[in-house]
């Protein structure tokens, strides 16, 4: 069975397609260093579903305490 070394799978029932970029899932806590490849096939199903497998932009660091 082929798998995509870009992707990985958490332990999700619904959404479980993450891209290496992100190393945690938010839902279930899963981490992609301990979790399988993304099997070719879940990924192009996850893809025509449009499920947001693609990487998840970081939240921006927020602003500095203003001082005085
Ligand atoms: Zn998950």
Same mark, same amino acid.
């Given at each position: 069975?082929?798998?995509m070394p870009?992707?990985?799978d958490c332990n999700?029932?619904?959404?479980y397609i993450h891209p290496k970029s992100v190393t945690r899932c938010k839902r279930c806590? =899963?981490?992609?260093?301990d979790q399988p490849?993304?099997?070719i096939t879940e990924v192009m199903r996850a893809l025509l579903q449009g499920e947001p497998?693609? =990487?998840?932009?970081?939240?921006p660091p927020a602003s500095a305490d203003p001082s005085t």
């Amino acid at each position: 069975m082929e798998t995509m070394p870009e992707f990985w799978d958490c332990n999700c029932k619904h959404h479980y397609i993450h891209p290496k970029s992100v190393t945690r899932c938010k839902r279930c806590g =899963a981490r992609a260093k301990d979790q399988p490849d993304s099997r070719i096939t879940e990924v192009m199903r996850a893809l025509l579903q449009g499920e947001p497998i693609v =990487a998840e932009q970081p939240a921006p660091p927020a602003s500095a305490d203003p001082s005085t």
